[in-house]
């Protein structure tokens, strides 16, 4: 069965520091990543995605993650954060060839003006 | 474009009762999709339809949990009898036609609270 592993629970970082939240998962096969994020009193939606090509992908607000298949890992990177990034961040895993995801316990972010 | 809609917003009970969920997915998906999310856990999935018909449930406490989604749209997740460790946020979510590669779209979720 699929995993994911997000080893920050909360990260506390001032505005314009750099970020990366960690998320590592099990499967050996192919896979589909996401991170998904909830802003306070907002619904989860999605930050940005892998499924092919470009190992890198861009995601809104200025956030990227890099999928490393040798280290079955998708981290999430923004190189300067703002106040209005403080919310939860949840790395998902699809592996099966189906829209069922594998969510981590996901990442409160706080970051402080 | 709507979102997902789930009523009720909250919930409380006591333990032993029955409650229901409702969620109505963005017109058009095929996919629709209950999560159960404990505090400090990410969603859980609990079940997956695609249309009318059930793609996975093998995490669905079958005991306890019944979900339908008849005609295809709209859908109830039921809990009877509800159980202390049942308090939780219950999302869903749906998306175009359920491929691995799509974006899920959420609704704001239902916490239920159970004494």
């Known amino acids: 069965a699929q995993s994911v592993s997000q080893h920050n629970h909360h990260v506390i970082l001032s505005e314009a520091a750099s970020l990366e939240l960690g998320c590592n998962y099990s499967y050996g096969g192919t896979v589909n990543l996401f991170w998904y994020v909830q802003y306070p009193g907002q619904h989860l939606q999605l930050l940005l995605k892998y499924f092919s090509g470009d190992p890198l992908v861009k995601g809104i607000k200025g956030f990227e993650a890099e999928f490393i298949k040798s280290k079955f890992s998708f981290n999430l990177r923004k190189p300067s954060v703002q106040w209005s990034d403080t919310a939860e961040y949840f790395c998902a895993v699809n592996a099966d060839n189906a829209g069922k995801s594998t969510f981590g316990d996901g990442t409160t972010l706080t970051v402080k003006p | 474009e709507a979102g997902v809609a789930q009523s009720p917003r909250y919930k409380i009970i006591e333990k032993r009762q029955s409650v229901a969920f409702w969620c109505n997915p963005i017109?058009?998906?095929?996919?629709l999709y209950w999560y159960q999310q404990i505090l400090g856990q990410g969603p859980k999935l609990l079940i997956q339809?695609?249309?009318?018909?059930?793609?996975?449930d093998s995490q669905l406490p079958k005991d306890r949990f019944s979900a339908e989604r008849l005609k295809g749209v709209d859908s109830t997740l039921k809990i009877q009898p509800a159980k202390l460790e049942d308090s939780a946020v219950y999302l869903c979510?749906?998306?175009?036609?359920?491929?691995?590669?799509?974006?899920?779209?959420f609704g704001p979720g239902t916490r239920l609270l159970v004494l």
């Open positions: 979510a749906s998306s175009l036609a359920g491929t691995s590669w799509e974006t899920q779209y």
């Open positions: 339809f695609q249309n009318n018909g059930v793609v996975d």
């Open positions: 017109s058009g998906h095929a996919t």
